[in-house]
């Protein structure tokens, strides 16, 4: 039998189902621990911070630090900054990484996947012809190649430049 091995995984499978502490798209920028949080960029009106349970190495989202649930609630100024950091995300990952394509998009209420649904957030990740195998399909398991720290360090010191 073949064992994979994410032991970075294990703070989320160890707590399941934890009371809810608020908004962690809130929260999270409030802290100023931007290393610790995996903030990579903040803007006028977005930051981009890493996903801690990532669907392929790089995946990143774009985040208002406006609290809203929906595109419709959200100020202009805020959804235009949110499309341009996208735009650079995308180019920032594929400089690193030179993925094959990418996914770049938004979940919008719980119905529609959003893991946090009342505060909107643009996923920005890279695709790579043959990510998605049997491991994933069969085994529902995703392997990373990546450590997510490592990944904060490329990714951030793309950002600075």
């Known amino acids: 039998m073949d ?3 994410s032991p970075w995984r294990y703070r989320y499978v ?4 934890e009371p809810d502490t608020g908004c962690i798209f ?17 803007g006028r009106k977005n930051f981009i911070i890493l996903n801690l ?5 790089g995946h990143m989202m774009v985040v208002p630090y406006e609290h809203v649930a929906k595109l419709t609630e959200a100020q202009p100024e805020t959804l235009a900054e949110m499309m341009e ?4 995300a995308e180019g920032v990952l594929a400089s690193i990484y030179k993925p094959h394509g990418f996914n770049i998009g938004m979940n919008i209420g719980e119905a529609a996947g959003a893991g946090i649904a009342g505060h909107i957030h643009m996923h920005v990740l890279p695709r790579w012809r043959g990510d998605a195998n049997f491991v994933s399909t069969v085994g529902e398991t995703r392997v990373m190649p ?5 990944t904060y360090d490329k990714v951030s010191r793309e950002f600075t430049l």
């Not at 160890?14 to 189902?17: I, R, T, W």
């Not at 950091?85 to 650079?88: E, G, I, Q, S, T």
């Open 14 to 17: 160890q707590h399941p189902g």
């Open 53 to 57: 349970y990532p669907y392929t190495t």
């Open 85 to 88: 950091l996208a735009r650079r």
């Open 146 to 150: 990546e450590e997510l720290s490592h």
């Open 26 to 42: 809130c929260q999270k920028p409030a802290e100023q621990r931007d290393a610790e949080n995996y903030i990579v960029y903040r």
């Open 3 to 5: 064992h994979l091995w």
